[in-house]
């Protein structure tokens, strides 16, 4: 199904005009340098493609023969390739590397030759023939350019003196390399498209996925005899044409490119997604899962337009066509797949809608109206540092956001762990817990009433009572001291929220001579009296409670923090409280 979804999503972008994708046989690959030469053969210059300047130099992307999948042994590309293949230059000193490149550039010169045999008259492929007859390199090791090139290993091609296309894009280069695209006479039924087609043996490497081999990985491998069967080899354990292979492996690497619009990073699952056709959601999907690049801030306007839309039940009617999401990770040579979506736009659009409203939490003017996946995550990881987000995590929450299932139990306790580590809990842990609870209340089909958005002087469970009772104690506490630096929640949030009978005696006992230090200033307490009453009321007749189930010290994070928030607003208990003064 994923690899169909792709397969067709190639096929969508080589017909669409605006899109720049290589045809079938093809690839777009960075050549950093072009060897120009003369219809002879001769090396006339060294042409350099890059951009910018220093380190940052970029190469320009060119449409060339798809190339080899390359491991131990030595095969070459056709007509562009590293200097070993294209000159025959070794990597190193020794004799093996020297006999090394000399067989490299024989298999350039071999797979030149059975790709057009020796009566192709073009007159690109006769230079580049007698280019290499000659072997004669002197000139090009001479340029200025060489060093750079020798040290990078960059890839070269080839251009005809005073012709513009590359020799591997002349007209009649290009329509040999097509006619060679179609199937053999050794067919099988492709299992992805079901049309007969040459099986491909070895599939295309998969490139930028966060954390992969540079080189790249495959989803699909079979390299060793655990995963054989019938005595067959690699892919043809389950024969996928390579028409098929090409088109899903250009589409993933398409979408996987630097600087696609259709890709975000979720924890370390690199996420890609398209439409079965051209849709505005492609454009806007990751404005309301993805982290905006650094320096730039956040488009919330398109978040408010699909909660407006969603809450009225006015959505287009092109909204039923579907749409696709898939999560992929590194695992050792090969890319595990973390998650996949498929459906329409609109009930993806309602199931995203859902999670803001499940995530919305009364918040500071400086905090973000809305988080992204990659805050939430973040939020759960030591230091807050992305490479701690706990693996698999980034995954799991994606696909309760696509699903609309539930949260992981590992999101709510990785929030928790970070809240008594720190002793703080913040806007996006906050939002994280709340989250959690009221989907997983509505999932289980529990009628209590659960945590909301803010502060809920009705609500009676312990956990959340007593983190509203330690915001109030906490509160006193920095009434008596001007300008504290350190309160108890830096050295009692975690022991009130996993033993909280223990710590709350002790903090009342502290509450007792903080408000007796209050009124000795002269100022008035009894607001604070009031309210420390009226939550102490809410505390279960049985007493505070030894401990707290993972759900309640949930409970008692969200209670501390909207009862804090409260406090932040100017209400009118502390304008009485002046009045009393």
């Given at each position: 199904?994923?690899?169909?979804?792709?397969?067709?999503?190639?096929?969508?972008?080589?017909?669409?005009?605006?899109?720049?994708v290589a045809p079938p046989g093809f690839e777009k690959k960075a050549i950093p340098f072009l060897l120009i030469i003369?219809?002879?053969?001769?090396?006339?210059?060294?042409?350099?493609?890059?951009?910018?300047?220093?380190?940052?130099?970029?190469?320009?992307?060119?449409?060339?023969?798809?190339?080899?999948?390359?491991?131990?042994?030595?095969?070459?590309?056709?007509?562009?390739?590293?200097?070993?293949?294209?000159?025959?230059?070794?990597?190193?000193?020794?004799?093996?590397?020297?006999?090394?490149?000399?067989?490299?550039?024989?298999?350039?010169?071999?797979?030149?030759?059975?790709?057009?045999?020796?009566?192709?008259?073009?007159?690109?492929?006769?230079?580049?023939?007698?280019?290499?007859?000659?072997?004669?390199?002197?000139?090009?090791?001479?340029?200025?350019?060489?060093?750079?090139?020798?040290?990078?290993?960059?890839?070269?091609?080839?251009?005809?003196?005073?012709?513009?296309?590359?020799?591997?894009?002349?007209?009649?280069?290009?329509?040999?390399?097509?006619?060679?695209?179609?199937?053999?006479?050794?067919?099988?039924?492709?299992?992805?498209?079901?049309?007969?087609?040459?099986?491909?043996?070895?599939?295309?490497?998969?490139?930028?996925?966060?954390?992969?081999?540079?080189?790249?990985?495959?989803?699909?491998?079979?390299?060793?005899?655990?995963?054989?069967?019938?005595?067959?080899?690699?892919?043809?354990?389950?024969?996928?044409?390579?028409?098929?292979?090409?088109?899903?492996?250009?589409?993933?690497?398409?979408?996987?490119?630097?600087?696609?619009?259709?890709?975000?990073?979720?924890?370390?699952?690199?996420?890609?997604?398209?439409?079965?056709?051209?849709?505005?959601?492609?454009?806007?999907?990751?404005?309301?899962?993805?982290?905006?690049?650094?320096?730039?801030?956040?488009?919330?306007?398109?978040?408010?337009?699909?909660?407006?839309?969603?809450?009225?039940?006015?959505?287009?009617?092109?909204?039923?066509?579907?749409?696709?999401?898939?999560?992929?990770?590194?695992?050792?040579?090969?890319?595990?797949?973390?998650?996949?979506?498929?459906?329409?736009?609109?009930?993806?659009?309602?199931?995203?809608?859902?999670?803001?409203?499940?995530?919305?939490?009364?918040?500071?003017?400086?905090?973000?109206?809305?988080?992204?996946?990659?805050?939430?995550?973040?939020?759960?990881?030591?230091?807050?540092?992305?490479?701690?987000?706990?693996?698999?995590?980034?995954?799991?929450?994606?696909?309760?956001?696509?699903?609309?299932?539930?949260?992981?139990?590992?999101?709510?306790?990785?929030?928790?762990?970070?809240?008594?580590?720190?002793?703080?809990?913040?806007?996006?842990?906050?939002?994280?817990?709340?989250?959690?609870?009221?989907?997983?209340?509505?999932?289980?089909?529990?009628?209590?009433?659960?945590?909301?958005?803010?502060?809920?002087?009705?609500?009676?469970?312990?956990?959340?009572?007593?983190?509203?009772?330690?915001?109030?104690?906490?509160?006193?506490?920095?009434?008596?001291?001007?300008?504290?630096?350190?309160?108890?929640?830096?050295?009692?949030?975690?022991?009130?929220?996993?033993?909280?009978?223990?710590?709350?005696?002790?903090?009342?006992?502290?509450?007792?001579?903080?408000?007796?230090?209050?009124?000795?200033?002269?100022?008035?307490?009894?607001?604070?009296?009031?309210?420390?009453?009226?939550?102490?009321?809410?505390?279960?007749?049985?007493?505070?409670?030894?401990?707290?189930?993972?759900?309640?010290?949930?409970?008692?994070?969200?209670?501390?923090?909207?009862?804090?928030?409260?406090?932040?607003?100017?209400?009118?208990?502390?304008?009485?409280?002046?009045?009393?003064?």
């Amino acid at each position: 199904m994923i690899l169909k979804s792709l397969s067709d999503h190639y096929e969508r972008m080589l017909n669409d005009p605006g899109c720049d994708v290589a045809p079938p046989g093809f690839e777009k690959k960075a050549i950093p340098f072009l060897l120009i030469i003369n219809k002879a053969g001769s090396f006339i210059n060294l042409r350099d493609t890059r951009l910018g300047e220093g380190k940052k130099k970029v190469a320009r992307e060119f449409v060339v023969p798809q190339g080899e999948k390359k491991t131990s042994g030595i095969k070459s590309n056709l007509l562009w390739d590293s200097p070993q293949y294209v000159l025959g230059v070794s990597k190193g000193e020794e004799e093996k590397d020297r006999d090394r490149a000399a067989e490299s550039l024989s298999e350039f010169e071999k797979k030149l030759d059975e790709t057009f045999g020796s009566d192709f008259s073009d007159e690109g492929i006769v230079a580049v023939r007698n280019f290499l007859a000659k072997k004669d390199f002197t000139e090009i090791f001479k340029h200025v350019a060489w060093p750079e090139i020798k040290e990078n290993n960059s890839n070269l091609t080839f251009v005809l003196e005073g012709d513009e296309r590359l020799v591997s894009q002349r007209q009649q280069v290009l329509q040999t390399l097509m006619t060679k695209t179609h199937p053999s006479a050794s067919t099988q039924t492709c299992a992805i498209s079901g049309a007969d087609d040459t099986p491909a043996e070895l599939h295309t490497s998969i490139k930028g996925v966060w954390g992969a081999q540079s080189s790249g990985a495959n989803i699909v491998s079979f390299n060793l005899d655990a995963f054989r069967s019938f005595g067959k080899k690699q892919g043809l354990n389950a024969p996928v044409g390579k028409r098929t292979v090409f088109a899903y492996t250009t589409a993933l690497n398409t979408l996987l490119a630097k600087g696609s619009s259709q890709r975000i990073q979720v924890g370390d699952a690199s996420t890609v997604f398209w439409a079965s056709a051209t849709h505005p959601f492609e454009d806007d999907f990751s404005c309301f899962l993805g982290e905006p690049p650094k320096g730039e801030e956040p488009d919330y306007g398109k978040i408010r337009a699909l909660l407006s839309s969603v809450r009225t039940g006015v959505l287009p009617a092109e909204d039923e066509m579907s749409f696709h999401v898939l999560g992929l990770a590194p695992n050792a040579s090969r890319i595990a797949i973390r998650f996949w979506y498929e459906g329409s736009i609109r009930d993806l659009k309602k199931k995203i809608a859902q999670h803001f409203e499940d995530m919305e939490i009364v918040r500071a003017p400086h905090d973000r109206e809305f988080l992204s996946l990659f805050q939430l995550l973040v939020s759960t990881a030591a230091e807050g540092k992305a490479d701690n987000i706990p693996p698999n995590l980034g995954g799991e929450i994606a696909r309760a956001v696509l699903s609309g299932g539930g949260y992981p139990r590992t999101l709510l306790a990785g929030a928790i762990r970070r809240c008594k580590a720190e002793q703080r809990i913040n806007h996006a842990r906050a939002a994280l817990i709340k989250g959690f609870l009221v989907r997983d209340s509505r999932l289980r089909g529990i009628t209590t009433k659960e945590v909301g958005m803010a502060l809920d002087k009705t609500i009676e469970n312990p956990g959340y009572v007593l983190g509203r009772l330690f915001a109030v104690l906490e509160r006193i506490q920095e009434q008596a001291h001007a300008g504290l630096n350190k309160t108890i929640r830096d050295t009692y949030f975690s022991a009130a929220t996993s033993n909280p009978l223990v710590i709350f005696k002790r903090l009342q006992d502290l509450a007792i001579h903080h408000l007796a230090k209050i009124r000795n200033s002269g100022k008035s307490t009894v607001w604070l009296d009031k309210l420390m009453q009226e939550v102490m009321g809410k505390v279960p007749a049985s007493g505070v409670p030894v401990t707290l189930t993972l759900e309640d010290q949930g409970r008692f994070a969200v209670g501390y923090y909207h009862q804090r928030q409260d406090f932040f607003n100017k209400n009118e208990n502390e304008t009485k409280e002046n009045n009393d003064e």
